[in-house]
C-alpha cells in the first residue's frame, strides 16, 4: 500500500463548495476528483487521483491532451472557473481546488507538468491536514 494521504477535494468556490469526489470512476481504488477540463474550444470530463502526490489520471479522449498543452479547469457542478494562485516554474498558471474543512491544494494546468497531482500550499498547511487525518482516524 501506498503511504499517502487522500484527499477530499471541493469546489473552491463560497457559493459552491460542492466535493468533487466522484464514485463513479476510481483512480487507485479511491473515489477520483472529477474536473472539467478545457482545451481549445473543446471540453471534457477529468477525473484526477485524489491521492496526494499521486500523478494517474482518467483523461477525457477527445480532447488529446499532450505533455505541454495549457488548458483549463471548471467546476462541474457551478461551472466557474477554478482561481489563478500562481504561475508555476513552468510558467503556466497554476489554480486551486478546495480541501473539505480546509484549506486549498493547488494545481498546474500544463499538461505533464504535474499538473493532476494535489499539491499542497505549504507544508504547514500539510502538517495539519495529515494530524487532522489522525484524529479523525482515531
Ligand atoms: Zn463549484
Ligand atoms: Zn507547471
Known amino acids: 500500500m501506498r503511504r499517502t494521504v487522500n484527499i477530499p477535494a471541493c469546489c473552491p468556490h463560497e457559493d459552491c463548495g460542492k466535493s468533487l469526489l466522484n464514485n463513479e470512476v476510481q483512480v487507485g481504488r479511491r473515489p477520483s476528483v ?6 481549445g ?3 471534457g470530463d477529468i477525473y484526477l487521483s485524489s491521492w496526494y502526490d499521486d500523478f494517474r489520471c482518467v483523461e477525457p479522449d477527445e480532447l488529446h491532451l499532450l505533455p505541454g498543452d495549457k488548458v483549463k479547469f471548471y467546476c462541474p457542478y457551478c461551472g466557474k472557473e477554478l ?15 478546495g480541501i473539505e474543512g480546509n484549506g486549498s491544494v493547488r494545481i498546474c494546468t500544463r499538461i505533464g507538468c504535474h499538473y493532476h497531482s494535489l499539491e499542497f500550499g505549504n507544508t504547514a498547511e500539510l502538517i495539519a491536514f495529515m494530524s487532522k487525518v ?4 482515531s
Not at 500562481?86 to 481546488?97: D, F, I, R, S, T
Not at 489522525?134 to 482516524?137: L, R, V
Open 34 to 39: 472529477h474536473l472539467i477540463v478545457e482545451k
Open 41 to 43: 474550444k473543446k471540453r
Open 83 to 97: 482561481p489563478f494562485v500562481e504561475k508555476c516554474a513552468c510558467k503556466a498558471p497554476m489554480v486551486a481546488l
Open 134 to 137: 489522525k484524529k479523525a482516524k
